[in-house]
């Protein structure tokens, strides 16, 4: 049974559209925090 062009992929779990999207965003944040800190340790 081939589901890989499954018009649901809430019924996969996790989609790599999904798996992409939650790693793009995680890199974001976790590359995006040190500034933060630094920033707010220069300015207080």
Do not use: C, H
């Not at 996790?14 to 992409?20: A, G, Y």
């Not at 793009?24 to 590359?31: A, F, K, P, Q, T």
């Amino acid at each position: 049974m081939n589901n890989q062009n499954n018009p649901l992929p809430e019924q996969q779990g996790f989609s790599t559209q999904d798996i992409l999207w939650a790693l793009g965003i995680w890199s974001v944040i976790l590359s995006l925090s040190p500034v933060v800190v630094f920033y707010m340790l220069m300015v207080n």
